[in-house]
């Protein structure tokens, strides 16, 4: 079984900087693919950032140039840093993560994803 558990989350005036971390354990070894989502209340999920297992990333549009997904060397912690953030940024953030392989199309869909971390919440006021 693989774990995940974010943390980081807070409140920032529009303008900051956040960054989250996931917390990896368990079979951590036989992840291919991780990514970040966020739900914002009342609206779906949306998959924020991803991260392959070669090191390849696919971001959202909304977030392109602000938000950089990366992993520690040891690959037990993927991280989220989020610049410039605006108050549309607010939502609960999660880590997801995903075995196999994952088609290019597939890369922010979060029915290709497993295991689920239990989500941080980040507020940013204008």
């Known amino acids: 079984q693989i774990q995940l558990v974010e943390s980081g989350g807070g409140s920032v005036q529009a303008g900051g900087s956040l960054r989250l971390s996931c917390a990896i354990s368990?079979?951590?070894?036989?992840?291919?693919?991780m990514a970040w989502f966020r739900q914002a209340p009342g609206k779906e999920r949306e998959g924020v950032i991803y991260i392959g297992p070669d090191g390849s990333t696919t971001y959202s549009t909304s977030v392109k140039g602000r938000f950089t997904i990366s992993k520690n060397s040891d690959k037990n912690t993927l991280f989220l840093q989020m610049n410039n953030l605006r108050p549309e940024d607010t939502a609960i953030y999660y880590c997801?993560?995903?075995?196999?392989?994952?088609?290019?199309?597939?890369?922010?869909?979060?029915?290709?994803?497993?295991?689920w971390g239990q989500g941080t919440q980040v507020t940013v006021s204008s």
């Open positions: 368990g079979y951590n070894y036989r992840i291919a693919y």
């Open positions: 997801a993560a995903g075995l196999g392989f994952l088609p290019l199309g597939r890369r922010l869909s979060g029915e290709e994803f497993a295991f």
